[in-house]
């Protein structure tokens, strides 16, 4: 449920090279069927364009166009982007686009914002993410052939469209154990330790999974995809499921790379180097980086490849603290890399996020 507005002043100019970043908002990470699961994903997105819009001082009838990542978008009913843009008080003569790119959706939608202003085609574009895990619904899949006799079995709609590789048929946790066979990361090295924080009884203000935390239950728990030997668990893979953030920084070049599907955990390795090649930098020049957690695994095995130290990476937590609401994702990692940027003293970050397929994209943030 994150926002980014993306705005350059591109007019009568036919060669744009900034794109700012004016204002940001989220939501809380809500738990699987916790506090915020009364609310659909477009409720939750207009909530944060709204918020964004506020604090970057912009009228809502000044944008141009939005681009949404949203993946499980089966019972929101039609053009969910448009449904959380019109929701927020966008005018309903504003084209709205939905993005799929799994775990990427927010960060491509992004991407997409950027290039419609470098391409001189709009000024004020809203770009952003959005989930709820909680309402996925379950279908009856064979139900519109007729139902005649005998037992009819629902399909999990976040399993089978989000979390599940089509290509190897089985689940993403799968992979993770592959990606942590390959790259020697015991179960131990992928534990983290976040500060958890409590909630009001009411306002939902805080993300909700980091008050469960519980470091000796954690150590206990049983592999959830490969019983024998198995390292990863329900306490290092991502939940299903910032502050204020009032600067200007600048999006700089970005990158995608594809691996094969079984290998999309290492992908971000591939695609980070090239985004920061094509901004014309090296890797001396990035201050923090933000790397994707849907398992952490992958956070850890990117790490190793890219020789990050760990003091320069998901300095805040990632989404196995957090949360991982795909179409959200990539957005919230940009929402976070700015705050890091701003609070720990940056320039230059890097944020990367794999996605289902064996896809990555990578994307290079200056503050101004």
Known sequence: MNLLFSVANNIFSSL????CVVGVARTPMGGFLGALSSLPATKLGSIAIQAAL????????LVQEVYFGNVLSANLGQAPARQAALGAGIPNT?????????????????MFAAQSIQLGINDIVVAGGMESMSNAPKYIAEARKGSRFGHDTLVDGMLKDGLWDVYGDCAMGMCAELCADNHALTREDQIEVPVGRGKP???????????????????????SFKENGGTVTAGNASSIRYSRLVFILFLKPYSFFCNAPELFTTTPALAIPKAIANAGLESSHVDFYEINEAFAAVALANQKLLGIPSERINVHGGAVSLG?????????ILVTLLGVLREKGGKVGVAGVCNGGGGASALVLELA
């Open 16 to 19: 744009v090279t900034d794109v």
């Open 54 to 61: 506020k604090r970057a001082n912009v009228d809502p009838a």
């Open 94 to 110: 504003v084209v709205c686009t939905t993005v799929n790119k799994v775990c990427a959706s927010g960060m491509k939608a992004t």
């Open 201 to 223: 009884p009411v306002l939902i203000e805080k993300d909700e999974s980091l008050d469960k935390f519980d470091p000796v239950k954690l150590k206990k728990l049983r592999p």
């Open 324 to 332: 991982h609401p795909l179409g959200c994702s990539g957005a919230r």
